[in-house]
DNA sequence: CCAGTATTCCAGCGATTTCTGGAATAATGG
DNA sequence: CCATTATTCCAGAAATCGCTGGAATACTGG
């Protein structure tokens, strides 16, 4: 009983968001947007492509309805289309860590992952947070802070950490986070946090996750007189 | 601050998968194994392709340690390598239907499957099976049936449906189901039961949807005597 | 050990994808 | 309306993918 040209159609949908997933380039996009509405040039930038190569592929991402666009001026912001699409991103990404062998052999590679870094999870972090407690740092780019990030956070970005040690309270201890499990900006900050001295740990998710769990998350720098 | 070559390699992880699910063909296995364990020629004969090409695909599956094999004798089974694949593949599938108004479209082209076909909910089934309000029939392959079914549920696969119509009671109402929300056996076993003036529902998801929503799954037809 | 069957390997081709660099388009600020 | 900037469109070249058909391999049952 072969299947129809009907269910074909279908699967050749189904297809459409798996080629859109099919390419590391775009892959790295999603990451990225997952963090919060980018310019084109700010993505390839980020994602260390050329500004051609990158709007390509977002127009790959846009042909799969997985983002779409908004026009200010002259510069053209891109982001996920709903959150469905960072829920399937993220499913993606830890079917792809419970799978592959070489996903968490690569992340062992980088030392820091394991008990190394005494992870904190997400609740414990909230209560710990609403107790004032611990200093939730944001060591990722600026503009992904702006875009959104963890309520009551603190942004230095990774490049900066070192000359703004000043900011930081000696005494509490300090739990860094970033895009994810899979991006080495906070290891890297626990790293130099704790080289100086500093009591720092790290943040097992990343923004995305704690967003969609529905915790609260803040925009831009306002409330900072 | 371009990432470094290391999270590139993650990336190119990740895409193993993605590219997993990039091909329609691939798919549409993955759909046949979610269903349950099959041999390579018989998911060739239900996907109608060829062998050579079938084993192909799913050579790519298992690259991307999506599926695994077992050997029983001069033949090979091909299943999924876990449950978290299978919740990937209804997450893609789900994800395809709500960003995709093509999806949409085809599946209302069938013309069957919106208030016409009265589907029924898992819980509503669940609770009405239990008090033999209903005979639950399942219309897929035999061999998909015997792979795994939902518990009491009577087999008549659809091309038999017209000639077993005797075997199922004229006065109880008939819950038709199969694959999956995307699957036309159950539509168009609905359709042949109401023009024999049965009393028939779609069942509104599949087996999958059954067996990971972690509902009484049985396996073969022992309890027959 | 041989014949038979199920599956995989392999070569080759046409189609698709990816990246690059240059040209075209769209909105802005004088 | 022109110069500027951000983005997209458009070839063209290299790499990859998908399908086919034929050969090779692996196991079974005699």
Redesign the interface.
């Known amino acids: ?4 040209s ?20 775009r ?2 996009l999603l ?1 990225l947007l997952c963090q919060g509405e980018r310019g084109v040039e700010a993505l390839a ?4 492509m050329s500004v051609t190569n990158t709007s390509q592929h977002l127009q790959a991402l846009r042909e ?3 983002v779409e666009t908004r026009r200010e001026g002259v510069r053209i912001h891109y982001r996920l ?2 959150d ?2 960072c ?2 991103f993220l ?6 860590r ?3 062998a ?2 968490e052999r ?2 062992a ?2 030392l820091l992952d394991d008990g190394e870094l005494e992870p904190i999870g997400r609740d414990e972090l909230l209560e710990r947070a609403r107790r004032h407690d611990v200093v939730v740092l944001d060591v990722r ?1 600026a503009e992904e802070y702006e875009a959104a990030h963890i309520a009551g956070a603190v942004s230095i970005p ?2 900066e950490l070192e000359h703004r040690l000043g900011e930081l309270p000696a005494r509490a201890e300090i739990v860094a986070y970033c895009r994810g499990p ?3 900006l906070a290891p890297q900050a626990v790293e130099i946090l704790r080289e100086r001295g500093f009591r720092a740990r790290r943040f097992l998710d990343g923004l995305p996750e704690w967003r969609l769990a529905g915790l609260p998350v803040a925009t831009a720098t306002e409330g900072a007189p």
Chains 1, 2 share one sequence.
């Open positions: 009983m072969p299947d129809d009907r269910s074909a159609e279908l699967f050749e949908q189904l297809a459409r968001i798996g080629k859109a997933v099919a390419s590391p380039r892959i790295e990451d930038r980020a994602a260390g799969a309805r997985l289309a709903d469905d699409v829920r399937f499913s993606l990404r830890d079917l792809a419970s799978r592959l070489e996903v690569l992340l590679g980088y780019p990774l490049g899979f991006c080495l």
